[in-house]
Nanobody, 129 residues
Protein backbone atom coordinates (compact mmCIF):
# COMPACT_ATOMS: atom_id res chain seq x y z
CA UNK A 1 0.00 0.00 0.00
CA UNK A 2 1.13 3.54 -0.68
CA UNK A 3 2.10 5.79 2.22
CA UNK A 4 2.10 9.58 1.92
CA UNK A 5 4.16 12.29 3.62
CA UNK A 6 3.51 15.99 3.08
CA UNK A 7 6.19 18.67 3.37
CA UNK A 8 6.82 22.28 2.47
CA UNK A 9 4.48 23.98 4.90
CA UNK A 10 5.51 26.97 6.95
CA UNK A 11 4.84 30.63 7.54
CA UNK A 12 4.47 32.96 4.58
CA UNK A 13 3.33 36.55 4.22
CA UNK A 14 0.09 37.38 2.47
CA UNK A 15 0.64 37.55 -1.26
CA UNK A 16 3.46 35.06 -1.11
CA UNK A 17 3.79 31.56 -2.54
CA UNK A 18 4.50 28.09 -1.25
CA UNK A 19 5.00 24.74 -2.90
CA UNK A 20 3.88 21.71 -0.97
CA UNK A 21 5.10 18.22 -1.72
CA UNK A 22 3.43 14.88 -1.18
CA UNK A 23 6.00 12.09 -1.23
CA UNK A 24 4.80 8.55 -1.69
CA UNK A 25 6.37 5.25 -0.86
CA UNK A 26 5.50 2.11 -2.75
CA UNK A 27 5.95 0.99 -6.31
CA UNK A 28 2.26 1.34 -7.18
CA UNK A 29 2.06 5.12 -6.80
CA UNK A 30 1.32 5.64 -10.48
CA UNK A 31 -1.88 3.61 -10.09
CA UNK A 32 -3.34 6.19 -7.70
CA UNK A 33 -5.04 9.49 -8.28
CA UNK A 34 -3.92 12.02 -5.66
CA UNK A 35 -5.85 14.83 -4.09
CA UNK A 36 -5.07 17.80 -1.87
CA UNK A 37 -7.31 18.88 0.97
CA UNK A 38 -7.09 21.49 3.69
CA UNK A 39 -8.58 22.07 7.11
CA UNK A 40 -8.57 25.51 8.64
CA UNK A 41 -8.86 25.97 12.42
CA UNK A 42 -12.42 25.33 13.53
CA UNK A 43 -13.60 24.39 10.06
CA UNK A 44 -14.42 21.24 8.14
CA UNK A 45 -11.88 19.68 5.84
CA UNK A 46 -12.33 20.89 2.26
CA UNK A 47 -11.27 19.59 -1.13
CA UNK A 48 -8.63 21.65 -2.95
CA UNK A 49 -8.01 19.63 -6.11
CA UNK A 50 -6.81 16.34 -7.52
CA UNK A 51 -4.66 14.92 -10.29
CA UNK A 52 -5.19 11.74 -12.26
CA UNK A 53 -2.77 8.82 -12.29
CA UNK A 54 -0.84 9.91 -15.37
CA UNK A 55 -0.70 13.55 -14.31
CA UNK A 56 -2.17 14.74 -17.60
CA UNK A 57 -5.36 16.11 -16.09
CA UNK A 58 -6.33 17.95 -12.93
CA UNK A 59 -9.57 18.91 -11.22
CA UNK A 60 -10.02 21.76 -8.76
CA UNK A 61 -12.66 23.05 -6.44
CA UNK A 62 -14.18 26.14 -8.04
CA UNK A 63 -12.77 28.49 -5.41
CA UNK A 64 -9.24 27.10 -5.78
CA UNK A 65 -8.68 26.77 -9.51
CA UNK A 66 -7.21 30.21 -10.12
CA UNK A 67 -4.79 30.14 -7.21
CA UNK A 68 -3.56 26.56 -6.82
CA UNK A 69 -1.79 24.27 -9.27
CA UNK A 70 -1.33 20.53 -8.83
CA UNK A 71 1.33 18.53 -10.64
CA UNK A 72 2.97 15.15 -10.23
CA UNK A 73 6.18 13.37 -11.09
CA UNK A 74 5.62 9.61 -11.04
CA UNK A 75 9.33 8.96 -11.53
CA UNK A 76 9.91 10.68 -8.20
CA UNK A 77 6.74 9.33 -6.55
CA UNK A 78 5.64 12.87 -5.77
CA UNK A 79 2.73 15.23 -6.18
CA UNK A 80 2.99 18.98 -5.71
CA UNK A 81 0.66 21.80 -4.76
CA UNK A 82 1.79 25.23 -5.92
CA UNK A 83 0.02 27.96 -4.00
CA UNK A 84 0.25 31.58 -5.14
CA UNK A 85 -1.18 34.89 -3.94
CA UNK A 86 -1.80 33.40 -0.53
CA UNK A 87 -4.21 35.05 1.87
CA UNK A 88 -4.62 34.68 5.63
CA UNK A 89 -7.78 32.65 4.91
CA UNK A 90 -5.54 30.02 3.29
CA UNK A 91 -4.08 29.21 6.70
CA UNK A 92 -4.77 25.52 7.28
CA UNK A 93 -3.32 22.08 7.60
CA UNK A 94 -2.91 20.73 4.08
CA UNK A 95 -3.28 17.03 3.44
CA UNK A 96 -2.70 14.82 0.45
CA UNK A 97 -4.67 11.65 -0.12
CA UNK A 98 -4.56 8.88 -2.68
CA UNK A 99 -7.12 6.56 -4.17
CA UNK A 100 -7.27 4.49 -7.36
CA UNK A 101 -10.48 6.35 -8.28
CA UNK A 102 -10.38 10.12 -8.87
CA UNK A 103 -14.06 10.55 -8.02
CA UNK A 104 -13.47 9.18 -4.54
CA UNK A 105 -11.11 12.07 -3.88
CA UNK A 106 -13.33 14.72 -5.46
CA UNK A 107 -16.32 13.87 -3.26
CA UNK A 108 -14.42 12.79 -0.16
CA UNK A 109 -15.55 15.82 1.84
CA UNK A 110 -19.15 15.81 0.62
CA UNK A 111 -20.05 12.11 0.57
CA UNK A 112 -19.62 10.31 3.86
CA UNK A 113 -19.20 6.93 2.16
CA UNK A 114 -16.35 8.15 -0.04
CA UNK A 115 -13.12 7.44 1.80
CA UNK A 116 -9.77 7.74 0.06
CA UNK A 117 -7.55 4.73 0.61
CA UNK A 118 -4.54 6.62 1.97
CA UNK A 119 -4.07 9.92 3.79
CA UNK A 120 -0.96 11.78 4.77
CA UNK A 121 -0.58 13.40 8.19
CA UNK A 122 -0.69 16.96 6.91
CA UNK A 123 1.57 20.00 6.82
CA UNK A 124 0.69 23.35 8.37
CA UNK A 125 0.58 26.48 6.26
CA UNK A 126 0.28 29.80 8.06
CA UNK A 127 -0.29 32.97 6.06
CA UNK A 128 0.43 36.14 8.01
CA UNK A 129 -1.19 39.48 7.23
Amino acid sequence: QVQLVESGGGVVQAGGSLRLSCAASGRTFSTYAVGWFRQAPGKEREFVGAIIKSGSSTYYADSMKDLFTISRDNAKNAVYLQMDSLKPDDTAVYYCAADPILHTLVVATTHKDSNPEVWGHGTLVTVSS
